[in-house]
């Protein structure tokens, strides 16, 4: 099984990276691919540049087993849409398992995704979630939760997607907007993200003037 992280990673941080880990390491994931998106759909534009976001991204992912970029929505024109990520790489990667890994935050506005439950047959959702979740209130995304729920982490090697899946991660408060706010502000940025992605920041000034 394969883990899908999508993102703007502007920049990467702790917040991403540890439940990454947890996940790969609960789930004996083969690999993690980091996907930095084009073209953001849902939100703001990233500020940093994407070879900037992707040098962010290398720095971070240096040295940890695993942990691939994968530049599918760099390389393609337009909108990042997930769901034509996914039929990509399904395609790129025949007979794999493909597991997306989410946020809470994002998985709580999944259905205002370009086609949910496309995405949601193309491959299995992973929640990285606090211990002890309560289904969501929107009643779409509540039923499709009460439709493809898996108890259990065994039941996702078995399909080729279609269930949902809710994994404990340690929950590290951390955002990009935060960090690029203190980078604005002069504050230190220093254990929010890997030394090296600070360096980065640093060095090329990235962030000041944006608030
Ligand atoms: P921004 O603050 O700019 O919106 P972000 O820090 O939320 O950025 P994104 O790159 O937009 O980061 O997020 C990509 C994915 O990472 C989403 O699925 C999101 O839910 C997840 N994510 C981001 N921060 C955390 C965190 N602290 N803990 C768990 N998941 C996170």
């Known amino acids: 099984m394969i883990g899908i992280y999508g993102g703007t ?9 540890r439940p990454a880990l947890e996940v790969m390491e609960a789930l004996g994931l083969d690999e993690v691919r980091f996907l930095p998106l084009r073209r953001a759909v849902h939100r703001e534009q990233p500020i940093a540049t994407q070879d900037q976001r992707l040098a962010m991204l290398r720095a971070a992912l240096a040295g940890q087993p695993g942990f691939v970029i994968d530049e599918i929505e ?5 909108p990042s849409y997930m769901v034509d990520t996914l039929r990509q790489l399904r395609g790129k990667l025949p007979g794999r398992t493909l597991c997306l890994l989410l946020g809470g935050d994002a998985f709580n506005g999944f259905m205002t995704w370009r086609e949910p439950e496309a995405i949601s ?11 002890g979740h309560r289904l969501p209130e929107e009643p779409r995304l509540r039923a499709l939760v009460q439709e493809r729920h898996s108890p259990s982490a065994g039941a996702l090697a078995e399909p080729d997607g279609g269930r949902i899946f809710f994994q ?8 990009a907007t935060d960090i690029r706010r203190r980078a604005a502000n002069g504050q230190s940025l220093r254990f929010l993200l890997p030394d090296s992605v600070m360096r980065i920041i640093c060095e090329q000034n990235l962030y000041t003037g944006h608030h």
């Open 9 to 17: 990673f502007d920049p990467v941080h702790h917040g991403h990276l």
């Open 74 to 78: 760099l390389e393609r024109d337009g």
């Open 121 to 131: 047959s193309l491959c299995h959702l992973v929640v990285m979630q606090r211990p």
């Open 168 to 175: 404990p991660v340690t929950q590290l408060d951390i955002s």
